[in-house]
Each structure stands twice: as structure tokens, then as C-alpha cells.
């Protein structure tokens, strides 16, 4: 046996158990050690019986006197009671429906018990304690559930911690110091960090939790380590391909600055010449825009693909959804009208303009579709980069036959933390867009408690008696594979599949409560995910031009939609969103001359939910609440997925700036000579396979 065995090898690894084990990722012995404790239950206080006190947690050695189950008939429980006594007395252990447990506890054995003592009117006794035979009253290091720091580990459905420490302390104890250590010990030594060998002891059984975390910090290197020796090779693979060098057109970008109705932020100026500088490279530039909210991403865009176009190269500028396509149509059209550009519209619905022939291409994933070819695309512009998949992107980038390859600009207005950026987009170089235009209006943003909520409507009639126009985004629907949602059926699992369905349910509920009950006098539209792009389409343009007061949607008029008239944005269940999503939601008013409010509608009036929202009061800066969400909820619920393809310690680690930095500089270090070390090159070909980062 070695690392690389099947866990059907395992003599304890039966059938039953195999469908599990593979469900949480385990398919070898290796795939077993690696996975690591979620927490560790404190056994550590070890005594006799007579030591015994009060809602104390403690460890004890006994030999079982006697044991029992007892049928409690109205509550429909089984009690296993036992006896358990050592030289300085006797004490109870109690479990609760567990009454198997009288053929494994057998009495005049020898057992090692670790549990919380309660009290009641009989006395003290350990209740539902951890338990295991032992063979002297003398402890030794071979305890795998009792008596010390006792790892519990990620489970599914039938597989248990238990069963788990079972696996994997003989395997620890066979196969830890046969583990190859891949770090160079100069990296090791200087990052002061545990050898392999002893990490992995202490990660499932720590001598001390001081131990445990020095062993998850270890891992958690390894893993940005691997990340961002992966993002470096990219880049360094990117800088050798050929791409077109497209010189600097100094009239036509002043030309097109000064024609705009506003003048450009020092962000956007430093973010388009650093754009403009990559486009004169000889290789491909491969360049993230990450801007706030409104603050100008798609007038850099323009720029740039103007420049590549009288350079005479396409350019193609991908948008997440057909909405958004037809609006970049329009805003590209108006904007670049006196440069004698030919642009297209390219979507599932159909082409506008020159289709394909164009100068700039515009259009949703369509552009990626088979029968698709550019003539000498050198430019892409890929807006909300995070929801197109690493093949969809390779793709476009191959959509044509020539010798090299077209400049990536990637776009998103969702504000990443540097920790994120550093390491999700480690391949890219990386411009930041964190001023807003001159003469915005700063939205101002209010919590309505339950309480207030007739009070912010009458608010509402009033601003659309204005004139005004109101945007309604519905509660999210919090979903997993697992989880239940707060709108389905009691005891009724909810699959992603349905996802829409309650989706459209809640829109549709909100839709006929605010059109017939509170806003019954007013234009009330909605809009949801399973509605045809056509229809959205329709609806997204009368809105924009006022046939309707109100609309009722959900999260997907996040991205780019303009709307200059909306100066309301209401947020029902304002608490079931982060703040970078809330943000988001809020930057989609304020686009016009009037000024603009948010309301955060909560259910309920939770200080500890309102006081994660005040953030929103405080600040209009869209980073700086990234970063602030990123603390809060994790990083996992800041990708807007679990699966973000980032490894788990890793992304645990993502609000850890300084063991970042130290992995990206150990990375930078060992490429520069990666030959002499084969087993990272053997680390980074399985790390490959493993991780596709989106």
C-alpha cells in the first residue's frame, strides 16, 4: 500500500461506505489524510471519578459495572444508561437513542469516556460522552475519540467523525513519515512554517490547538503556494504568445476623451493608459478593469477598442446577458458615432448593424458559438468576467485563424478585495477604478425596520408622483445542495433545479401584493430568470422609457443595467444579501440628474443583521465593504459560490494578507528556476488537474 491506494484497498472502507467516502472528495489514502478536521472537541482535562464536577468537560478511564437501555415510552426515547467506576468511585454515562451501544460497552471492560457532566435530582453523570476500550488505565497515544484535542471532521449522511478517526489514525501512523515533503527547506525554514510530516500529525491530532493551527497554516501555504505558482506560470506562458502590438493613436483617444459629455476620473485615465501601454505589447495583454459601481468601466472599454479598430483589428465585446448587450449596442453606437466605426450586435435573438464584419462586435455568449469566425480579432472585452467559465474564454480567443492571439481585457463591477484579487486573478494584471464622476449625487441609503415600512412607502408614491422611477429587487432564496429554503414546503429538500421555480414565485408574490394592494394605482412590472431574453428585453426598454413606475425583479438587474430616471432601489430582506451584493443593487440609481435613495427593507429587527447593514450607511465605497464582507461572510459566499474552484484552506486563508504576499513571493522565487525542482513540478501538474479557477 501507499499514498496513491484506492480506499476500496482499505479493509475497513466497505461497500456501504465507499459512496460516501467518494462524495467528500476521498478516492485515495492521501485523498483520506488530507482531509482535515473542520474543529476539535476539548478532552484535554483528564481524572478520576471523584474529580467530577458540575457542566465541567472531562476524561476519565473506567471499567464498565453494568449497562442498560430503557424504553421512555412517551417520548418515544431510548435511554442507555451505564455504570462506570474506578478506586475513588462510581459514575453514570448516559446516551440518548443509541441502543446499540449494550453489545460495544460490555461490562468488566476497560473504557476511556470523555463528555460534559450534568446534574439532576440522582446526581452527576457524563451525558452521551465519546467512548473507547482501552487496555490499562495508563493513557497512551493510540486514544482516537477520547481524552485530548479530538478532531471532527467535514461528514456527509452516514459517515460519522467516529468512523472517520477510525480510518485514519493507523493509516497516520503508518504512511506520515513516508510523506513526501515537496517545500524546499530553505522556503520552509524561511516562512517558518511545519515540515509535512509534522503538520500532518498535528492537523488530526494536535498536541496543543497552538500545534493544530501552525499545522493549518502550513496546509494553507501549500495551497496559496500551488495558486499562485499556478496564476505565475500562466502569465509567463500568456507573455510568450504572439499577439498584435497596436501603437499608441494619440488623435483618435483625445479626440473621443474630449468628445465625451463628462470628463474622465484620474482612475479611469491611469487604468485606459495602462491598458493603452499592454495593446502596444507584442504579446497578448491579459489586463482585469476591476471598477466600483458607476464608475466608468465601459467608457475605457471604448477607448480602447477604438484604438484597436483604427489600428484596422476587430475587437468583440462579450456581456453576460442580452440586456446588457443591447445597452453596450447602444452606448458604443452613440458614443463612437463620429468615428466612422462599423459596429454589430450579435446575440441569440439576432444580429443588428454589421453582425460579424464589424469593427466592434458586441454580444453575449453567442460570439463563442461554432459557426462564429472574426477576420483578424485583436481585442476582447469580456464584462463581468466571473461568470464566463476559463473554456468559453480560451474559445473566443481562438475564434479565428492567424498567428496570434487577441489582447483580454476582463471587466467587473463587483469590488474584489486585494487578498481575492491576488489570488483568484493572479494571472492578471490588475486596474482599479475607485473614483466616481464628478457631480454624482451621493445616494443616500436608509434601513426600514417592520416597523417603518408604511412610512417608506408613502415615501416611495411620492418620489414617483415626481416623476421618479423605482426599482424592487425580491429576497434572495438561500440555496444549496442541502439547505432549505425559507419558501419551500416543511421538511422538503430543495434541489438547484427548483431554484427558479421559487425564484419566480417570489417575484410573482411580490408583483401581486405591491400592483394590487399597495401600488394598485401605479405601472407595476416584473421581471425573473425564466422569462424569455426577448421579453426581458421588452420590458428592460419600457421601463427605460416610464411606461411603468415600479419594477419588481430579482438579482438579475445587478449587472450594468442604466436606468437614469430610477432613483429608488427597495431591497426586500435586505439581511439575506451581503453588502457587496447590496452595494452592487444600489449603484444601479443614481445614474441621472435627480437625487437617489436605497432602501433596505429587514424582516426582522435583529440588531446583530441591522448593525452588518449600518455598513451601507456609513460608506459609499464600494472596496472598502468588500472587504468588509469578505470578513463577515467568508470568502465562499463573496465568490457567490462554494465551488469557486479555490481549494479550502486557501480560501479560508483569503483574509490573511500577509500569508498571501509570502506565497506569491516564494512562487516568484522558485519559477525563475522550477527545473531544479521536480517534485513542485509533479505538485503543480496534479494541482492543474485538480483546480480550474473561473
Known sequence: MNLETPIENLRYAGKNYLPKLKKLGIKTIKDLLWHFPARYDDWTESGKVEDIKPNEK??????????????????????????????????????????FLVNTIKPGKLFSLSGKVKSDKYGMY???????????????????????????YPETEGLTSRYLRFLIKPLLIKFSDKVPEFLPKEIIERQKILDVRTALKEIHFPSSLEKAEEARRRFAFDELFMLQLKALSERRKMQRQKSVSIKFNQAAIKNFVSSLPFELTGAQKIALWEILKDLEKPWPMNRLLNGDVGSGKTAVAMAAALETAKAGYQSAIMAPTEVLANQHFQSFSKALKDFDLKIGLLTSSGQKG???????????????????????????????????????????????????????????ATPIPRTLALTIYGDLDISILNELPKGRTPIETKLIPPDDRKKAQ????????????????????????????????????????????????????????????????????????????????????????????????????????????????????????????????????????????????????????????????????????????LKIRGPGEFTGTKQSGIPDLAMASLADVNLIKQARSESKLILKEIA???????????????IHLE
Open 676 to 690: 531544479r525542482y521536480p517534485l513542485i513540478l509533479k505538485k503543480l501538474e496534479e494541482f492543474n488537474k485538480k
Open 458 to 629: 408613502d415615501f416611495i408614491r411620492e418620489q414617483i408622483k415626481e416623476g421618479r422611477q423605482v426599482f424592487v429587487i425580491c429576497p434572495r432564496i438561500e440555496i444549496t445542495e442541502n439547505s432549505v429554503s425559507k419558501l419551500q414546503p416543511k421538511n422538503k429538500q430543495l434541489s438547484l433545479k427548483d431554484y427558479l421555480k421559487y425564484e419566480v414565485k417570489a417575484v410573482k408574490a411580490e408583483y401581486e401584493k405591491l400592483s394590487k394592494e399597495v401600488f394598485k394605482d401605479l405601472r407595476v412590472a416584473m421581471l425573473h430568470g425564466k422569462m424569455k431574453s426577448k421579453e426581458k428585453e421588452e420590458i428592460m426598454s419600457k421601463f427605460k422609457n416610464r411606461d411603468f413606475d415600479i419594477l419588481v425583479s430579482t438579482s438579475v438587474i445587478e449587472v450594468g443595467v442604466d436606468v437614469p430616471n430610477a432613483t429608488i432601489m427597495m431591497i426586500e430582506g435586505a439581511e439575506r444579501f451581503g453588502l457587496a451584493q447590496l452595494h452592487q443593487f444600489r449603484g444601479r440609481v443614481g445614474r441621472g440628474e435627480h437625487k437617489s435613495y436605497c432602501l433596505l427593507f429587514t424582516e426582522s429587527p435583529l440588531v446583530g443583521e441591522t448593525r452588518r447593514l449600518r455598513a451601507l450607511l456609513k460608506t459609499n465605497d464600494g472596496f472598502k465593504l468588500a472587504e468588509m464582507d
Open 126 to 152: 457524563l451525558q452521551n460522552p465519546a467512548y473507547e476500550m482501552v487496555k490499562s488505565e495508563i493513557r497512551d497515544d493510540n486514544l482516537k475519540h477520547t481524552a485530548g484535542l479530538i478532531p471532527v
Open 354 to 412: 454589421e453582425g460579424i464584419s464589424a469593427d466592434i462586435v458586441i454580444g453575449t455568449h453567442s460570439l463563442i458559438q461554432e459557426n462564429i469566425d472574426f477576420k483578424n480579432l485583436a481585442l476582447v472585452v469580456v464584462d463581468e468576467q466571473h461568470r464566463f467559465g476559463v473554456e468559453q474564454r480560451a474559445s473566443l480567443l481562438k475564434k479565428q485563424n492567424s498567428s496570434f492571439l487577441p489582447h483580454l481585457l476582463s471587466m467587473t
Open 58 to 99: 472531562i476524561s476519565i478511564i473506567g471499567k464498565v459495572a453494568k449497562i442498560e437501555n430503557k424504553r421512555i415510552f412517551p417520548r418515544r426515547m431510548v435511554l442507555t444508561t451505564a455504570s462506570i467506576e474506578d478506586e475513588t468511585g462510581r459514575v453514570k454515562a448516559v446516551w440518548y437513542n443509541q441502543p
